[in-house]
């Protein structure tokens, strides 16, 4: 097996259990939800199911860069709720370094996807 295909099997998995995540710790992500996103439980769901999808969607040759484009879609929508979470453990002087670290790692997320397009 080549590595990129390993890394295409780890990126999937990451996006299913990030997705699946969302069901098991819903409090968690709907916490970190900016205020101005309307029906947080709702969107929690919604974003919950696309990642499982694009999970699964990238491991199927015939989908792979389309589902990868949707990865790269799905994390510029979603950075937004990262920087809020970072801002909320700055006010609460909690998890800063992590939530800082997260944000320039939605970077290299969105190269791993781009590596597949």
């Known amino acids: 097996m080549d590595l ?8 999937a998995a990451f996006y299913i259990y990030a997705g699946v995540s969302h069901f098991r710790i819903p409090k968690f992500f709907i916490r970190i939800t900016p205020p101005w996103v309307p029906n947080p439980e709702l969107v929690n769901k919604i974003v919950g199911v ?4 694009l999970g699964v969607l990238l491991l199927i040759p015939v989908t792979t860069k389309s589902a990868a484009w949707g990865v790269i879609i799905l994390l510029i929508v979603v950075f937004p709720a990262n ?3 970072f801002q909320k453990s700055l006010k609460k002087k909690k998890y800063v370094w992590q939530t800082l670290v997260r944000l320039p790692i939605q970077l290299l997320l969105l190269w791993w996807a781009w590596s597949y397009t």
Not at 4 to 11: G, R, S, V
């Open 83 to 85: 920087v809020y979470h």
């Open 50 to 53: 696309v990642e499982i999808v």
């Open 4 to 11: 990129k295909l390993i890394a295409l099997i780890l990126m």
